[in-house]
């Protein structure tokens, strides 16, 4: 890994048959773009810590932290993202738009629909694929 890499981790919330995937705000890098809540760890946080955190920031939802779904490396024009995504839940709270545009429940067939953040899609194949089997 590079070692000037982002470490970003995201979460992979179910709810039924469909995910949760959030619109990133219009002033942001990669403005309106979709993709999955999360964000970066902070020096001193484990990735799960980082995650309740900035899930609790942008949904304001306490979550709990299952397996790891996928990790991925991507290079942005201005910066290289290590990005684990976290199978998780909402433990307790109502998902809300603190931070992004929308927040959408879709499901595997509804992924090209939107448009993506890059990094996401591998990750987004594999959710395809496995829809498929």
């Not at 993202?81 to 959408?104: C, S, W, Y």
Request: with cysteine; net charge negative; aromatic share 8%.
């Amino acid at each position: 890994m590079e070692k000037n890499a982002t470490e970003v981790v995201a979460a992979l919330i179910w709810d039924g048959d469909r995910f949760m995937i959030c619109q990133r705000p219009a002033h942001k890098a990669r403005g309106l773009l979709w993709e999955f809540v999360g964000g970066k760890v902070v020096p001193g946080e484990t990735r799960e810590q980082a995650l309740v955190r900035e899930c609790r920031e942008e949904l304001a939802v306490i979550l709990s932290v299952g397996e790891v779904f996928m990790e991925v490396e991507h290079q942005y024009p201005d910066l290289n993202v290590h990005l684990t995504l976290f199978n998780a839940g909402i433990q307790k709270g109502t998902p809300q738009m603190l931070e992004h545009n929308d927040i959408r429940w879709i499901t595997p067939e509804e992924i090209p629909q939107y448009e993506f953040c890059p990094a996401d899609e591998a990750i987004l194949k594999r959710l395809q694929h496995e829809s498929e089997i």
